[in-house]
């Protein structure tokens, strides 16, 4: 049993709750009481506001790499892209593993929890297989172990090079030859411990066709796991199924049984009125991830409409332009004012929720983002003291945390039961080596030319 004391907790109300105290065993909340003035004998104290620890429903580890280093000269989504496939290319598990520990090592810092690894390079180069199939997979669940966070290994099928088009360079690593093959490839992942848990992945329409798609979605509807997909991202994504199938990315993985409330539709951008209704009456998650949609000049999510339509807002961090969950909630409500001319569409409380709760059941861990008895113990605490948040008080604390705050802020981090982060600093590993090792590690083998506009 471990007992904290928060000068300020958020229970999942309008405002932080004062003196909350929160007593743990094993790697669940046993006792959660408010009203505490002081700390009771044998309490840790966590000053400032803490919070249910945060869930990145969307990452693609490797991505960690191309920060600041696809920034220089103009491009768009489709240019980036030919960055991104020169390092998939260049990747190989040992390296992965490193880059994917500190990343999530990053992740943790920041106060994320849980991640939901959208995995699709499986395979060597050329498409070689490993021994072990799932090889650059369990890499991945070893470094979020190593990482202290849980892990959702959400295992993409990657079949074709766009719609009607053949695979061609490092795409070949992602292609398991059809749908069938790549779920008895997932199939032999087995069982993983504790914390860590498998899901399924579409990676888009453009690279599963609807036939495979039916396919991967009865796979994880028979095992109720739950199942994600780019959804239309780019505005040539819609034209060309449109084109193919005669409706819209939504619509076609409507078709395929993929919508039910484990589907998690990814970015979500450039859609109608009628994929929001479908999404909504499957009371599907939608992830956005406003650093790197922003980033690679994609577009703003419609968040209101998505929410009102009954649907359930995550959020995600995708490239890692940036890894900073506030950075995240605070942009759905931004980017929403910048395109309407209106403030208030998404309050402090509907944003926390994203980053904790809902984000936590689109990667299947239902039983998380909560501060309650019962739920997973996950706790991030904010320190207060900072020039970002000097002078809060507790009536605004969740405005002020959300709307100024940044991971930089973060001063604990409890994981399922254990410390994870303490005073700022990750318990087990320097994090800062570990980025600039694996990093400067791959940087011989990528960019030998600069980003050029493809699009």
């Known amino acids: 049993m471990s007992s904290y004391w928060c000068e300020l907790a958020w229970l999942g109300g309008d405002d932080a709750e004062p003196g909350v105290v929160v007593e743990i065993e094993g790697d669940r909340f046993a006792r959660v009481e408010p009203g505490a003035p002081t700390p009771p004998p044998g309490a840790e104290r966590l000053d400032g506001i803490t919070v249910p620890g945060f869930a990145n429903a969307h990452s693609h580890a490797f991505h960690r790499a191309l920060r600041g280093r696809t920034q220089r000269g103009r491009g768009s989504f489709w240019s980036w892209r030919e960055a991104m496939y020169e390092l998939a290319g260049a990747l190989e598990p040992d390296s992965y593993r490193a880059l994917a520990r500190a990343t999530y090592a990053e992740m943790a810092l920041a106060g994320i929890t849980a991640v939901g690894e959208f995995h699709y390079l499986h395979h060597g180069p050329g498409g070689t297989r490993y021994d072990d199939p799932n090889e650059i997979g369990r890499a991945l669940l070893a470094a979020a172990g190593e990482a202290g966070i849980r892990i959702?290994?959400?295992?993409?099928?990657?079949?074709?090079?766009?719609?009607?088009?053949?695979?061609?360079?490092?795409?070949?690593?992602?292609?398991?030859?059809?749908?069938?093959?790549?779920?008895?490839?997932?199939?032999?992942?087995?069982?993983?411990?504790?914390?860590?848990?498998?899901?399924a992945a579409i990676h888009s329409v453009r690279s599963v066709d609807p036939g495979s798609a039916a396919r991967?979605?009865?796979?994880?509807?028979?095992?109720?796991?739950?199942?994600?997909?780019?959804?239309?991202?780019?505005?040539?994504?819609?034209?060309?199924?449109?084109?193919?199938?005669?409706?819209?990315?939504?619509?076609?993985?409507?078709?395929?049984?993929?919508?039910?409330?484990?589907?998690?539709?990814?970015?979500?951008?450039?859609?109608?009125?009628?994929?929001?209704?479908?999404?909504?009456?499957?009371?599907?998650?939608?992830?956005?991830?406003?650093?790197?949609?922003?980033?690679?000049?994609?577009?703003?999510?419609?968040?209101?409409?998505?929410?009102?339509?009954?649907?359930?807002?995550?959020?995600?961090?995708?490239?890692?332009?940036?890894?900073?969950?506030?950075?995240?909630?605070?942009?759905?409500?931004?980017?929403?004012?910048?395109?309407?001319?209106?403030?208030?569409?998404?309050?402090?409380?509907?944003?926390?929720?994203?980053?904790?709760?809902?984000?936590h059941a689109s990667i299947g861990w239902s039983e998380a983002g909560r501060i309650e008895p019962g739920a997973i113990a996950d706790l991030v605490t904010v320190g207060m003291d900072s020039v970002r948040l000097a002078g809060a008080d507790a009536p605004s604390a969740l405005e002020q945390v959300v709307f100024a705050g940044s991971a930089a802020d973060i001063s604990h981090v409890v994981v399922s039961g254990r410390e994870v982060v303490d005073e700022g600093r990750h318990v087990g590993l320097d994090v800062a080596a570990e980025l600039r090792s694996s990093t400067g590690a791959l940087n011989g083998a990528l960019f030998s030319h600069g980003e050029t506009n493809s699009a």
């Open 216 to 359: 991967v979605a009865a796979w994880a509807n028979e095992r109720s796991r739950p199942l994600h997909a780019h959804v239309s991202e780019q505005p040539a994504e819609n034209e060309a199924c449109l084109a193919a199938h005669g409706r819209t990315p939504t619509g076609v993985l409507e078709d395929a049984g993929a919508l039910s409330e484990r589907f998690t539709a990814v970015h979500f951008t450039h859609v109608s009125e009628e994929d929001v209704r479908l999404l909504g009456r499957g009371a599907c998650h939608c992830c956005l991830c406003p650093t790197t949609e922003r980033d690679l000049a994609d577009g703003i999510g419609a968040g209101r409409a998505i929410a009102d339509g009954g649907a359930r807002l995550a959020l995600g961090s995708d490239s890692h332009a940036v890894i900073d969950q506030f950075e995240e909630m605070r942009a759905v409500e931004l980017d929403q004012r910048l395109v309407s001319g209106e403030r208030g569409h998404h309050d402090a409380g509907e944003l926390l929720r994203a980053a904790c709760e809902h984000g």
């Open 152 to 199: 959702t290994l959400l295992d993409a099928c990657y079949l074709h090079g766009g719609i009607g088009r053949e695979l061609e360079g490092a795409q070949t690593r992602f292609d398991d030859g059809s749908a069938d093959a790549w779920a008895q490839r997932v199939e032999t992942l087995g069982d993983l411990g504790a914390g860590a848990r498998v899901g």
